[in-house]
């Protein structure tokens, strides 16, 4: 699963990949984590836009109780489930979500580090994603997973739906058989680069060892 990415880039530069117009608002960070804003790119009225949403579908469980927030849903194992399939099979509730890095946790329980993955000369490149709006936090996505390449294996198992810009186009308005063929296929290894860092897993306040488990 992913629950750590990066945009180390500018709006403008990220807009101006992706051939869209700057947005006027962003709180979008340079990390972005399950439950925080980041920024998304999708389709409106035939023009491509950019937008700030929440990353993560809400969900809550029957355990939790009425106060407690909802789990965000930040990866799609499966669009063939019930969760998304409804979403998955209209290109309208599809998106990309544009990054500079991915990163997975690697090491012993309680000694964990971030490993860095990007795409080789892509600076900024995209994640398939599918987004709707929630009356929790408004407008939400998701990033598509997909088994991992062997670039990744040592890492995890598993490894985001990432997109050519060549591409683009084809997730955004492909039929429900395209879809599911980019979450069956495998990433080319080759354009994979891997940095591995001593930084904590999880750096931002050291709460805790491991990924929160919100795939569905």
Known sequence: MCNLYTVRKSAAEVAA???????ALSNAPEEVYPGAPGMVVRKHDGAMIMQSMTWGFPLRLKTMKPESKPKPVNNVADMTKNMWVGLARKPEWRCLIPLTGFSEAEGAKGSKTRT???????PIFAWAGLWRISDEWGPVYSGVMTDCNEAIRPVHDRM???LHPSEYDTWLDGGFDDALAFQARCFPDDLIVMNRTDQPWSARASRA????????
């Open 17 to 23: 990949h992706f051939g869209v117009e700057v947005p």
């Open 160 to 162: 985001p739906v990432l």
């Open 209 to 216: 060892d491991e990924p929160p488990m919100v795939t569905a």
């Open 116 to 122: 860095w993955f990007t795409v080789k000369d892509q």
